[in-house]
């Protein structure tokens, strides 16, 4: 079972959020601190709800984001969000297609997912200034390895969309609900 929330209310009971993401981060974060969800989800993470971050979801997790000006994210884990042209001005974004995650530290994220297999990405912006305890799966991208999934205690990220990546995201989605 599952429940679209979009006002504050809707979270009241929710033992499990799927934070999905397309878009950019400041329109988002403006969007859920006009609702007050912010707080919401900030109150959730420490009272151990599971949160799933998803692309763009992933990216508010972060304290901030350079995309459209410096953004403050939702600071429920360390880290800072950057440009990919941040590194070297001739590497192609967004950064679109199937791409292999390679597991760093085991998961029940990705429990019965083979090491190095494909999820399919479409972003311009990674992870940076992080804490390395958290990450669980980083991905190559022009001779750069990035943050491609976090978790820590009841947060987990995927930089990846689970829900366009065939049988290993369904798999992934599986076990945040069953594992997570």
Same mark, same amino acid.
């Given at each position: +079972? ?5 006002? @504050? ?66 600071? *429920? ?25 390679? /597991? ?15 999820? /399919? ?33 009841? *947060? ?17 989605? +599986? @076990? ?5």
């Amino acid at each position: +079972k599952y429940k679209i929330c979009r006002a @504050n209310e809707d979270l009241s009971g929710i033992k499990k959020i799927i934070l999905p993401g397309v878009g950019a981060f400041k329109d988002f974060m403006k969007k859920i601190k006009q609702k007050g969800i912010d707080k919401n989800l900030i109150l959730k993470s420490k009272n151990n709800t599971s949160i799933l971050g998803v692309c763009l979801g992933f990216q508010i997790l972060f304290n901030k984001s350079t995309e459209h000006g410096d953004t403050k994210g939702l600071g *429920i884990v360390e880290g800072k969000i950057d440009s990919f042209k941040s590194i070297n001005s001739k590497i192609k974004i967004p950064h679109v297609g199937w791409n292999s995650c390679i /597991y760093v530290k085991k998961n029940p994220l990705f429990n019965e997912i083979n090491n190095f297999s494909d999820f /399919y990405f479409t972003h311009s912006y990674f992870l940076k200034e992080y804490d390395v305890d958290d990450k669980i799966a980083e991905t190559e991208y022009f001779n750069n390895n990035f943050v491609s999934a976090i978790a820590k205690k009841n *947060i987990y990220g995927v930089q990846f969309h689970p829900e366009k990546s065939q049988i290993n995201g369904l798999k992934l989605l +599986k @076990n945040f609900y069953e594992n997570c």
